[in-house]
Nanobody
């Protein structure tokens, strides 16, 4: 199993930028699909972005062109660069690591880091 710790959240004005980090321990992330999800107050958790083991990325339509997910397997860390932030980006952001090996799925979550965008 992999343990995930997010950092980098905080308060930012609309139009500003933040960079979130997700540091992993206990296992190398090179074999995991990594992702960022978010949950706004009163709403369900939703996908923000994922990055596959080979580096291909996928984004929610709401963040395309503004957010960039990246991974540094040597540092065992995943990042989410968030630009042109909007008030609707306010949420707790969670890091996720998932892999399937021999039919067994390992799905790991961090504790989350809050992001507040003031308008």
């Amino acid at each position: 199993q992999v343990q995930l710790v997010e950092s980098g959240g905080g308060l930012v004005q609309a139009g500003g930028s933040l960079k979130l980090s997700c540091a992993a321990s206990g296992s190398r992330i090179s074999s995991y699909v990594m992702g960022w999800y978010r949950q706004a107050p009163g709403k369900q958790r939703e996908l923000v972005a994922t990055i596959a083991t080979g580096g291909s990325t996928n984004y929610a339509d709401s963040v395309k062109g503004r957010f960039t997910i990246s991974r540094d397997n040597a540092k065992n860390t995943v990042y989410l660069q968030m630009n042109s932030l909007k008030s609707e980006d306010t949420a707790v952001y969670y890091c996720n690591a998932i892999r399937t090996t021999f039919g067994q799925t390992y799905n790991n979550w961090g504790q989350g880091t809050p992001v507040t965008v003031s308008s």
